[in-house]
């Protein structure tokens, strides 16, 4: 799949430009094969799933060519011309908020429902929302939780106040006298990791005490059980840009050192119900289903056959949009087979024919530590590309 230099100002930025002409309609001009447009073709017939930071912003400014480039997409009514979502791995913000953060850094309104935060297709997981979850991140925590779905929550301070003796690295937070044990605290029935949180080894230390005691940490069993409480995680993005020179640590460093203490501690590995962010097929099936909504509100007619993911990381912008176009493809093939040992093939909802991978370049020191973050989640996407195609996820 070509990967094209985009949102990046001068040369780089022309095939932005000539996806935004063809956005705009410019009639009788062939743009190419994927995006010609003719004169009978008023209606667009792919959409932009885009990313946020290192994208169209740096930390709380807005990048100068990218501001340039997304105001192609829109129209002097003020309109976008073609169907845009805006996909993140930010999830320490509510999505209304984040909405309004982007409408004033753009210029133009941008409707909650048009940003997928990293945990947004938690929503989809229904059978975990009525059990009693300890929550891990930061932010609007417990209102994020109860938009997704989530209706019984604890946070890792709650289990924290509930049981002070679990926490014990900060010595200006130990307890001072030793508590009365507890045998009033409802058991936890799951794990849900919405976002890096601050106090990394509260939060660990604690996850781990619930997954080690099968929910009730203040009890201790001879032999861990396993499998484990369910986990739903989001973000496992290991590095990410902001203002500094050098990558930041993201979600997905807390989310390795979770995984390296359960394994050196118990010698199997910690197992996900569910990974959501990108990389992950999920997310972007999720983003497939917003913009053909998006579409339909606006009345466009037409199928949006491809989609066009643009991002600055290879970890996941890049490796999520290329595992999702391979998706595509393979599903193409299914249904075609089925088509020719059947005869008859229903209509699919959505018409999504491929996604193209766009990365923007930003300066991304440490290289070698990318390689090991595809290495990383490469085999857990390999295990959700198999439960999409069995319907699973």
């Known amino acids: 799949m ?3 230099g985009l949102f990046s100002g001068v040369r780089a930025a022309r095939p932005w430009q000539r996806v935004a002409c063809a956005a705009a309609g410019f009639q009788g001009r062939s743009l190419g094969k994927s995006y010609a447009v003719s004169r009978a073709q008023s209606q667009p017939t792919f959409g932009f799933l885009l990313d946020i930071d290192g994208v169209l912003v740096r930390g709380h400014r807005v990048i100068p060519a990218a501001l340039k480039a997304f105001h192609r997409l829109v129209n002097a009514q003020g309109k976008l011309r073609v169907p845009v979502v805006f996909v993140t791995n930010a999830g ?14 753009l210029g133009f309104k941008v409707e909650p429902d048009q940003v997928i935060l990293s945990h947004s297709p938690m929503k989809l997981f229904s059978q975990y929302h009525g059990k009693r979850m300890i ?24 289990l924290r ?15 001072k006298t030793t508590p009365l044990p507890r045998n009033d605290f409802p058991a936890i029935e799951g794990v849900l990791l919405l976002g890096e949180p601050v106090r990394w080894e509260t939060s ?28 739903l995680a989001s973000n496992m993005d290991l590095l990410w840009m902001a203002e ?24 199997k590995e910690l197992r996900y119900k569910g990974l959501m962010g990108k990389p992950s097929i999920l997310t972007y099936q999720y983003a497939e289903e917003l913009i053909r909504q998006q579409a339909e509100r606006r009345g466009w007619a037409a199928p949006i056959q491809k989609l066009y993911a643009v991002g600055d990381n290879p970890m996941s912008d890049v490796y999520g949009a290329n595992l999702f176009n391979q998706y595509l493809q ?39 530590l990318q390689q090991r973050g595809i290495d990383r989640i490469a085999p857990a996407m390999k295990t959700e590309e198999k439960q999409s195609r069995d319907g699973r996820c």
Do not use: W
């Open 92 to 105: 320490n913000i509510l999505q209304h908020g984040k909405a309004q953060e982007l409408s004033a850094l």
């Open 204 to 231: 660990l230390q604690l996850i781990m005490d619930v997954l080690l005691s099968n929910g009730n940490p203040g009890t201790g069993l001879a032999t861990a059980p396993y499998p484990h409480l369910p986990v």
């Open 161 to 175: 106040m509930a049981f002070p003796v679990l926490d014990m690295v900060d010595l200006q937070r130990r307890p």
């Open 330 to 368: 393979m599903a193409k093939h299914e249904r075609a087979e089925k088509l020719g040992a059947s005869g008859l093939l229903k209509q699919r909802s959505s018409a999504t024919q491929s996604c193209a991978s766009i990365l923007k370049t930003t300066p991304r020191p440490c290289g070698f």
């Open 244 to 267: 500094a020179k050098m990558p930041r640590f993201g979600h997905g460093t807390f989310l390795l050192c979770l995984e390296t203490i359960y394994r050196k501690v118990t010698g």
């Open 135 to 158: 929550v891990s991140g930061q932010g609007p925590l417990v209102e994020n939780a109860q938009i997704l779905g989530f209706k019984n929550v604890v946070t890792v301070d709650e």
């Open 2 to 4: 070509a990967v094209l």
